[in-house]
Structure formats: C-alpha cells, structure tokens
C-alpha cells in the first residue's frame, strides 16, 4: 500500500483555526475523524492524505525528520529548531496570519543603549564592573547566537527561559531578552523595549516542505495538486473580474488598461464585437470601470472570483526547484 502523504497543522488555538480557514478557502476541507480531540485528520477528496494535528514546535521538528511532507508552522521554530533550516526544509509560501517578530529587548531605564553597537559596548563594560557576562533571557538559542555573532556582541550568556521571559530583567535572573511578540504591548509593561535594530526574525506562519520526506511519484502528484488549488485561491483574491463589450475595444486599449491599472487579460484580446473579459486589482476597479466608459462602453460588470487555475504552478515550482538542489 502507497505510504500517506502526510501534512501536519497546528493542533490548538488561533493558529489552528487560521489553518483550517486557509485550507477550507482552498477547497481543502480537513476533517478530524473522530472528533475534536482526535490527533490525526483527512483531507475532504483525498484518499491517502493524512493531517496530522501537533504543536508547532512538534511540527518543525518532524519536518526535519521527514516524518511529514508538508506542515504549517511559524518560521521562527523553523529557524531555531533545524540546523541549516534552508538545506532540510523549504518555506514554501507565507500564510498571511501568525504574524510576530523575534526581538532583543532591553530596560527601558538603559536610556542610552539603543542599538547592538550599544549593547556590545555596554555588555564590555559590564563585564567590566561586575567580573560577569550579562545574562539574555531567552528560548531561541540558536537564534540569538546567530544574531549576536554577527553584530559581534560577545560578553554575554544565555539563561534558557522555562516561563514567561519579558519578567526575567525585572526579577533579577537576566539583564535583558530575546523573545517573540506581537505588537510590543507585553514588552512595554514589563519596562522593556525593542533595540533599533534589534528585530532578529519577522516571522508568520508558513507552508513549509521536508527534504527528508519520501517524494516519490505520488507524493508529487499529491502536492502539485494541493498547491494548485492554494496558487488558484490566491491569484481569485488578487483579481476581479471584469467584463464588458464595444466596438472600440482593441489591443491598443488593452495595452493602456494593462499599464495603467495592472489588468490581465486572461482569455486574450476583444472578441470581434468588442467582448472583453479582464481581471483587475480590486484597488483599481473604478478607475478601469472609468477607463472603459469613457472609450465607449455602456456598462461594466464586476465579478468576485472563487479561483484561478492557471497552467504555471510557482508553489510547485517552487518544490521541485527545492527537491533539486
């Protein structure tokens, strides 16, 4: 029996509502077969696709073990939980939701450290008067060495945090953090605050691909057509379609609309009575809808799209690009 192609999501919270959204608008309906609490879920029209509901961390790192083909998962796990994230797993295409940002975070009281450069000269001097490294607060360990590394800050260690890290510098156990927030707002009331150039990752959720996974021939066939129907929702969200029809409808006009407002014409050029069928960025409705009505035609339709299948696949692509090299 063919091995399932197995896809792993978020198992709790906001996150994993967000990823049923983001599939079910695909038209990739995921189901727990035996109820809410059960751990492991199809796909609606998928025979041998398994979703398999884990933490986020658990994702990253069953990606790196190629347990899973696919998982959806913050880019700050990936970053910090697989050693050469780049060579093990692909980021495959950002989902829009999850958004936060990996930051250093000081005491607002260190009124003259605003950048790394100042953080390298305060943590010598720290050193200095204390005969000790300045303790940074934090779960991404890998991350931060990185970071700091290349900002050349060296008179530190790190305090692995088991609990909530914006407290550490208040209750003593560190001088400053490094940890993941949303809109500052945690940071803020705890005294602290986001370095200039203190902002390590600019995360978000994403689909995210394992190397390691057996992509044999089904398993391929399986993602292109997952990745199609994902690529067709997101070009229907980037369009509208616009319909209309008259004589002075031409490829001349068309190469105008193209220009000024971004429209394809995805059937190609008018018909020979002028019938014309676009797709226009929302933003630029009124002003194409203008456009037109002003070179002759009586009445403009506007339609909303449900998808967009088109023969390039860049998500696909994408993979395949990655598998090879």
């Not at 696709?49 to 990606?63: D, N, P, T």
């Not at 700050?76 to 994230?85: F, G, K, T």
């Not at 993602?223 to 002075?248: L, Y």
């Not at 409808?249 to 429209?263: D, I, K, P, Q, S």
């Amino acid at each position: 029996m063919t091995q399932p192609f197995v896809i792993a999501v978020p198992s709790k919270g906001r996150l994993q509502e967000n990823t049923d959204a983001f599939f079910n608008n695909a038209g990739l309906a995921m189901a727990k077969g035996g109820g809410a609490r059960d751990y492991r879920g199809s796909i609606t029209g998928f025979d041998n696709v398994e979703v398999a509901y884990l933490s986020a961390s658990e994702i990253a790192s069953q990606l790196a073990r190629g347990t899973v083909h696919l998982g959806v998962t913050g880019e700050d796990l990936v970053r910090e939980s697989i050693v050469n994230a780049d060579d093990k797993v692909a980021l495959i295409q950002g989902l829009g939701f999850g958004y936060a940002n990996v930051v250093v975070a000081v005491p607002q009281a260190w009124i003259d450290v605003r950048t790394m450069a100042d953080l390298d000269d305060v943590s010598t001097e720290f050193r200095t008067q204390h005969n000790r490294r300045m303790r940074v607060a934090t779960k991404y360990i890998n991350l931060t060495r990185g970071f700091f590394a290349r900002h050349g800050v060296v008179d530190y260690r790190i305090v692995e945090s088991a609990g909530a890290t914006e407290g550490a510098p208040a209750s003593g156990t560190a001088e400053l953090i490094v940890d993941i927030t949303t809109t500052g707002a945690t940071l803020a009331a705890n005294g602290l605050k986001v370095l200039d150039d203190g902002v390590m990752l600019k995360s978000q959720a994403n689909l995210v691909a394992s190397r390691a996974a057996e992509w044999n021939g089904h398993a391929l066939d399986t993602a292109r057509i997952i990745f199609d129907h994902i690529s067709a929702c997101a070009r229907a969200k980037a369009f509208k379609e616009v319909r209309t029809r008259f004589q002075g409808c031409n490829a001349e006009l068309l190469t105008e609309a193209h220009r000024r407002f971004g429209v394809v014409s995805p059937f190609g050029g008018p018909t020979s009575s002028g019938m014309v069928t676009l797709h226009c960025p929302p933003k630029h409705l009124y002003g194409l809808a203008s456009f037109l009505r002003e070179r002759g035609a009586e009445a403009v339709s506007v339609a909303s799209l449900d998808y967009v299948f088109d023969r390039a696949n860049p998500l696909f692509a994408r993979l395949e690009a990655f598998l090879k090299s």
